[in-house]
């Protein structure tokens, strides 16, 4: 069971390159994350999907875009890559049931460095 | 809107000392709560969770947590800390919402 799977684990990246990271998840949730991490900053949620076929924006959308492929898929983009988007992103998904959002899985995080 | 706080950025301890991480939550009706933590350069992971009944909660590793509603507080503890539990460590909340909120986060450092 291999539960949120991101890819890839590590890019460098130049400014104004593009490059979609891709998220996966086996375990049938219906809502999928997706947050940026930087030191002193914490988690800080981009884009969501609460079920398939829906995305919302997060606290900090700007520079990016998602597509909720099916229920299993959730992909980030980055149409033009700036050095304020280095950072660790994670992936987590959770099952929503009876209007309660549950405990979030996470992937093991991509390390992202624009230059 | 709900809202986590964690009020401590650091906390460092020796190894077999006894621990306390606070969290503190603003939500008007009946919050879930969890305590998750982060290894370095790993994702992170579910410690334990409170979502009804019995207000002190156990969990993996030699965690507990204690809700209480008077004090808008979900205080995570463990009697003796190992050198290996040196971590991030995030209380979150959902409720009603799609989105969960995530305290700033809790660095523990262990000395020996």
């Known amino acids: 069971n291999a539960g949120v799977t991101q890819t890839p684990k590590f890019q460098v990246l130049k400014t104004g390159q593009s490059m979609t990271l891709q998220c996966a998840q086996d375990m049938n949730h219906n809502s999928m994350y997706w947050y940026r991490q930087d030191p002193g900053m914490g988690l800080r949620l981009i884009y969501y999907?609460?079920?398939?076929?829906?995305?919302d924006k997060g606290e900090v959308p700007n520079g990016y875009n998602v597509s909720r492929l099916n229920k299993r898929e959730f992909s980030l983009r980055l149409e033009s890559a700036a050095p304020s988007q280095t950072s660790v992103y994670f992936c987590a998904s959770t099952l929503r049931t009876g209007g309660i959002t549950g405990e979030l899985f996470f992937g093991e995080g991509s390390r992202l460095t624009v230059l | 809107a709900q809202s986590v706080t964690q009020p401590d950025i650091h906390i460092t301890v020796s190894e077999g000392a006894s621990l306390e991480l606070r969290c503190n939550y603003s939500y008007g009706a009946t919050p879930y709560l969890f305590w998750y933590v982060q290894s370095p350069g790993q994702g992170l992971q579910l410690l334990l969770k409170?979502?009804?009944?019995?207000?002190l909660v156990q969990g993996i590793k030699g965690f507990e947590a204690e809700f209480k509603r008077s004090q808008s507080s979900f205080n995570l503890r463990k009697p003796s800390v190992h050198w290996s539990d040196a971590a991030e460590y995030f209380c979150a909340s959902s409720g009603g919402s799609y989105i969960p909120t995530f305290g700033r986060g809790t660095s523990l450092i262990v000395h020996p």
């Open positions: 999907s609460a079920s398939e076929g829906t995305t």
């Open positions: 409170y979502f009804s009944g019995d207000t």
